[in-house]
């Protein structure tokens, strides 16, 4: 391990006239917990091997000056977006800086100068400063690795496959709710990939349709935010704030194959008595399989993963699940950006034209058909007639 300490390498008189970007340090193991207490102008400290695009819009929407990784922003497992969207939202990110970083007292003023960081003249850790240049090549690098990694994703999905072969294809293990599912539409509620803006597009979708509201962990707070309640919220409960747990909603908890659920505890803690389903893979897989099984004539997702490259995105096996599971309820499933594409209203300049002449042709209409607006149109075309008569006497004398 690199040391905690060492003097950077100036003279004590030109120490302090380090001018780059910083600010207080908010360090934090997970991402998504740090992003919640994350303000503009803050340096994020992480450890976070392959940020994934859901971390990345996080931290850009938190707006850090810079973000320090201890761990290797992009491995070369797979080319993951995270790096990418940072660097180009102008986020100063440092790599690779190794776990001495994580000793940073939190709120601890640090400054960035290149690949170091600075604490009070001296250099506490240095790592690689990522450029739009060389995020492209080591993306470009990692992609050369992509088929390892979708022959790892296969064998967990077939293991997966295994695993819970019951749950799958008969629905073996799915608790019963008091939630009605049969024959309506459900609408499922990740915080994943642009969420909010899915979620905005739907609006139309769920006036019309009223649709059961399912929030996965932090997805309940999202459909809070949107001015909606959650009929249900499943999952592990390490991401839902208890606001979301108080509203009323159904509460699904997730737990492990073994009964161990660490989210049951925190739900019973605030008066409130889950659901407990144990399953093998992701909460939003759960979410799926239950208003699948109980009988949702459609189910549309909005910020769950969609493509392979996603699936990878997420970087753990547990996605395999995520993958059967669509190929389980695949029938039902719309994803949300397709529903928004449908409901989104287009209005050629043409058609605003004609409604316009329309509505002007009605209130003319309307006034003839009284006798002071009789009176006015010719008193108009009085007045026009003598304009007329007037420019014709200029041309004309």
């Not at 990692?142 to 790892?152: C, K, T, W, Y």
């Not at 409960?237 to 509203?247: F, G, P, W």
């Not at 969609?306 to 599971?325: I, P, Q, W």
Request: a negative charge.
């Amino acid at each position: 391990m690199r040391p905690l300490l060492r003097r950077a390498e100036r003279s004590p008189d030109t120490s302090a006239d380090v001018t780059g970007p910083g600010g207080p340090a908010r360090v934090g193991a997970r991402t998504k917990d740090l992003t919640k207490r994350l303000k503009p102008g803050d340096v994020a400290v992480i450890d976070h091997a392959d940020i994934d695009r859901v971390a990345a819009d996080a931290l850009v929407t938190a707006a850090p000056v810079a973000v320090l990784n201890a761990a290797r922003s992009t491995t070369g497992r797979y080319p993951n977006a995270g790096p990418d969207i940072l660097v180009q939202a102008g986020i100063v990110l440092v790599d690779d800086i190794g776990p001495e970083i994580m000793a940073v007292p939190d709120g601890t003023r640090v400054v960035i100068d290149g690949g170091d960081v600075v604490v009070d003249g001296a250099v506490v850790a240095s790592g690689k400063r990522q450029t739009p240049e060389t995020v492209t090549l080591e993306q470009a690098d990692a992609r050369v690795g992509l088929s390892d990694e979708i022959e790892r994703f296969a064998e967990n999905t077939l293991s997966y496959l295994r695993r819970e072969r019951d749950l799958l294809l008969d629905g073996v293990g799915v608790p019963d709710v008091r939630t009605g599912f049969e024959g309506r539409h459900v609408l499922i509620v990740v915080r994943g990939y642009h969420y909010r803006e899915d979620l905005a597009m739907l609006r139309s979708y769920i006036a019309e349709n009223r649709p059961v509201l399912v929030g996965v962990d932090g997805g309940a707070d999202a459909i809070l935010d949107a001015g909606l309640r959650p009929d249900m919220i499943v999952g592990d409960m390490d991401s839902v704030t208890d606001k979301a747990l108080a509203c009323g909603a159904e509460i699904v908890v997730h737990a492990y194959r073994d009964g161990n659920a660490p989210g049951l505890e925190r739900v019973r803690s605030l008066g409130v008595e889950p659901v407990v389903f144990p399953a093998t893979g992701t909460s939003e897989d759960i979410a799926m399989l239950l208003a699948d099984d109980k009988g949702a004539e459609l189910i549309v997702a909005v910020g769950t993963h969609a493509t392979l490259v996603e699936f990878l995105d997420k970087g753990r096996a547990g996605m395999a699940s995520t993958f059967l599971t669509r190929l389980r309820v695949g029938g039902k499933l719309v994803d949300a950006k397709g529903v928004s594409r449908l409901y989104r209203t287009r209005i050629s300049n043409l058609q605003l034209t004609l409604l316009s002449a329309a509505g002007v042709a009605a209130v003319i209409a309307a006034l003839w058909s009284t006798s002071a607006g009789q009176t006015a149109f010719g008193l108009v075309g009085a007045q026009i007639d003598d304009i007329v008569s007037w420019v014709g006497s200029l041309f004309g004398g």
